[in-house]
């Protein structure tokens, strides 16, 4: 089926409508009905020409974080319906692939989408699969365009030219949690937990970091196993401190366990957490528990009048614009769209330099990278967590 945008389809309709307004004037029927076929063939060469180009979307489809990839899910394909729909010079298909944020499965995932010849990628999610796929598409000339992971390992570790991501890295949210931690919460002593991976051990690194230069007394800083079901022995560790912040490094499905077996064991203690642990299953795991946990996480974007449009878009298709992850998703497309339009082609060495050396007008705001391929700014906020699931701005 030709695909004609909406420009095309316009400019053709009025040209109709006038040649058959005109029938008693045969000479200016038959002009303008030439006119009309003058913009068809115009549009039928528009359309050969629009070429659709596809873009992976690694990301978890199985295993405990899935709902974190279903919003990068919900933001990319709101962001490919705009875009299809707004008859630019490309059409867009989007590729999904399951990674179960596991760094092995990154890796088949990533090999999968070069095997199909996709040039294009927005994902992964976890930082740690985005690691382990980064050397696949940096090498394979992809262009990769992560909306969630944040740790600093895949832009700092090597110089790449095709890695980017749309949102902060820890090193900008960790800080931001621990200034929180010393300023506002101003605990007698802190413990610090993660989950012995990159994301959340370099989260937990950083906070760390931060509140030893700010003289507060860290009590315990510890790694705990991620999937296990009895923290028991950690909590009563944490009890035996006296701790009264617990900061966590990692995500949702540990976090709720430790919430709601130190409330069990009646440990009181302020709970702080990353972006990663801001999704709504926590509250089935914690229960009541999840009250009053504080949380680092981008900016509501969709709350944003600007983005009015966008919101409604998400709202249509009944799927939610609130999240840490959809926006930075369908600023990430934004993006390369723009690029593409940009540089007149899907030539990924081209659309890499101009992400390099141009500024971008997105669902996030306006955006420049780095030479590393970082956001030049992002903004971390400080939320507090409740027990239905929903959060409320705590701190800018």
């Not at 382990?132 to 030219?161: F, W």
């Not at 991620?226 to 912040?245: F, N, P």
């Not at 906020?381 to 409740?386: L, M, Q």
Request: charged letters at 20%.
């Amino acid at each position: 089926m030709m695909l004609f945008s909406p420009l095309c389809k316009a400019a053709f309709e009025r040209a109709s409508i006038a040649a058959g307004l005109h029938r008693t004037a045969t000479g200016m029927a038959a002009s303008r009905m030439l006119a009309a076929a003058a913009i068809l063939m115009a549009c039928s060469a528009f359309a050969a020409h629009a070429a659709t180009v596809k873009i992976g979307l690694p990301g978890p489809i199985t295993g405990p974080v899935t709902q974190y990839g279903d919003m990068v899910r919900a933001g990319a394909m709101t962001a490919v319906e705009q875009l299809n729909a707004s008859g630019g010079p490309n059409q867009f298909e989007l590729v999904p692939v399951d990674d179960a944020c596991e760094p092995k499965q990154a890796v088949l995932a990533a090999n999968k989408l070069v095997s199909q010849g996709i040039k294009f990628v927005v994902g992964h999610l976890c930082s740690g699969a985005t690691i382990a796929a980064a050397d696949i598409y940096e090498n394979e000339g992809v262009v990769m365009i992560s909306p969630a992971a944040t740790a600093p390992q895949l832009t700092e570790a090597k110089s790449r030219k095709f890695i980017f991501r749309t949102i902060g890295r820890d090193d900008q949210q960790a800080p931001a949690a621990a200034r929180y931690i010393a300023q506002t919460l101003k605990p007698k002593k802190v413990a610090i937990l993660h989950d012995k991976q990159s994301y959340g051990q370099g989260l937990a690194n950083s906070v760390k970091s931060t509140l030893d230069a700010a003289k507060v007394p860290v009590a315990m800083f510890e790694g705990i196993n991620a999937g296990e079901s009895d923290y028991s022995a950690v909590i009563t560790k944490l009890k035996a401190q006296g701790v009264d912040v617990i900061y966590y490094g990692g995500y949702f499905p540990e976090l709720g366990l430790l919430m709601r077996q130190a409330r069990e064991q009646g440990l009181k203690a302020t709970f702080v957490g990353p972006e990663g642990a801001g999704n709504k299953n926590l509250n089935a795991i914690a229960g009541p528990a999840a009250e009053g946990l504080l949380l680092t996480q981008p900016a509501d974007f969709s709350a944003d009048p600007a983005n009015a449009g966008i919101r409604q878009a998400f709202l249509d298709k009944k799927r939610d614009p609130v999240g840490g992850f959809q926006l930075p998703a369908y600023a990430a497309m934004q993006v390369l769209a723009q690029a593409m339009a940009g540089t007149g082609g899907s030539d990924p060495d081209k659309v890499a330099a101009y992400m390099h050396s141009h500024s971008f007008k997105t669902a996030i705001g306006a955006i420049e990278f780095t030479p590393k391929g970082d956001l030049k700014s992002f903004k971390f906020e400080i939320y507090t967590w409740h027990k239905d699931g929903n959060s409320t701005l705590t701190s800018r």
